[in-house]
């Protein structure tokens, strides 16, 4: 669906001045620092693209100090994983996190069986971590233990990247409280 011509321009206002305001009290320094030395995360999150999921927020992190890949319910496919041994390999990063959260949409669309399109590959991965658990908290973690697993298996025999801490947690976003798992 395309947006209408005002509610359009209405928006970008709003991120024309977000950009201007984040440009204003960014620290300078440390963006000239990381684009010319590059970026030196210290850990991979692996987060559901919620909008009220944000790593960088939720561990009061720094620009260079996340690399964070989102995707609805937090699945894993090629590209992610791509993604993550591009940075553990090449980034050094020596830690992975797999972030699930509390209200997790892709999660609940999963147990109401109420998904078509391209979601339902979403959907079908997180019945296939969930199985028969129809408890939405619980779900949400076997979804975060299932790519938890995924992820050690995959890359277990990487030597670039086979001494990486792999972890799950789950984040409350009621309380903004993040349980490892």
């Known amino acids: 669906m395309m947006l209408e011509g005002t509610k359009m321009k209405n ?27 590059g970026q030196h995360p210290y850990a991979i999150i692996v987060c559901c693209s919620d909008s009220r999921v944000i790593p960088e927020k939720i561990f009061n992190a720094m620009i260079g100090d996340l690399f964070v ?15 993550i041994e591009y940075a553990a390999g090449h980034l050094d990063c020596s830690q ?10 892709a999660v609940s669309a999963a147990l109401s069986g109420d998904s078509n399109g391209f979601i339902k590959y979403i959907t079908d991965d997180i019945l296939e971590a969930v199985g028969e658990e129809r408890d939405p908290y619980k779900a949400c973690c076997l979804n975060v233990v299932h790519a938890v ?14 001494s990486v801490t792999i972890s ?3 984040y409350d976003i009621h309380t903004g ?4 798992l």
Do not use: M, P
């Open 149 to 162: 697993e995924r992820l050690k298996n995959e890359f277990a025999s990487h030597s670039e990247i086979g």
């Open 177 to 180: 409280v993040v349980t490892w």
């Open 96 to 105: 992975i996190i797999v972030l699930g959260h509390t209200g997790c949409g």
């Open 168 to 170: 799950g947690a789950i």
């Open 69 to 83: 890949i989102r995707v609805a319910g937090n699945v894993l496919d090629n590209h992610q994983l791509g993604s």
């Open 11 to 37: 928006i970008r206002t709003i991120l024309d001045n977000g950009n201007k305001k984040y440009v204003a009290t960014s620290d300078s320094s440390l963006l000239k620092q990381t684009a010319e030395q």
